[in-house]
């Protein structure tokens, strides 16, 4: 998974649901490093 494309993504259509995702998506990112 590239997060850092994601982020991107999720930013340029600034929908909440996916900003949820995208921060889901970084706690885990964290913990697993």
């Known amino acids: 998974m590239d997060l850092d ?3 991107r993504v999720y930013s ?3 929908l909440a ?3 949820l995702k ?4 970084c706690l885990c ?3 697993q490093h």
Do not use: A, P, T
């Open 12 to 14: 340029q259509k600034g």
């Open 22 to 25: 995208l921060g889901h998506n």
């Open 5 to 7: 494309r994601d982020h």
């Open 17 to 19: 649901q996916n900003q």
């Open 29 to 31: 990112f964290v913990y």
